[in-house]
């Protein structure tokens, strides 16, 4: 919820940089494949959804569209990487910055739906054991 917050107020990232590691990054030639990148794309959110899904996924053909869903969107994340130069220039700087706050956006309702489903999934716990 706090990086969707950040995104949606265009606050830059609380990340700090060296002046070693942005000479060096300058350097580099092929930087496609970044450490970060992967924890990212399937972070604890991604892992999270895809377990739910097949878990409540009672078919075999549900469980199989999840599965073709997660292949599909490693595709277009792949292909977004490839051209996202292409896209910049596009877009250009305000272009991205409402990009961004929209992805802030979609990014807070997931994190707001996660949230309300916890704690429901918490109070009908207390429920059943009679705390509540």
């Known amino acids: 919820m706090a990086i969707a917050m950040d995104m949606m ?6 990340v700090v940089h060296t ?3 942005v000479e060096e990054s300058g350097e580099r030639e092929d930087i496609s494949f970044f450490p970060l990148a992967v924890p990212m794309l ?3 959110g991604a892992i999270t959804t895809a377990i739910v899904l097949m878990k409540t ?9 999840v599965l073709v869903s997660i292949i599909l969107t490693f595709l277009i994340t792949w292909l977004l990487f490839r051209m996202s130069e292409q896209i910049h220039r596009v877009l250009g700087v305000t272009g991205s910055m409402v990009v961004t706050r929209m992805m802030g956006l ?3 309702a997931i994190a707001v739906q996660f949230i309300t489903t916890g704690l429901w999934g918490i109070y009908l716990a207390l429920q059943q054991s009679g705390v509540g």
Do not use: C, M, N
């Not at 107020?9 to 609380?14: A, C, F, N, T």
């Not at 996924?57 to 569209?65: E, G, M, P, Q, R």
């Open 106 to 108: 979609v990014l807070g």
């Open 42 to 44: 399937a972070g604890p």
């Open 19 to 21: 002046p070693e590691e």
């Open 57 to 65: 996924a009672d078919l075999i053909s549900f469980k199989v569209i």
């Open 9 to 14: 107020h265009g606050r830059k990232s609380r």
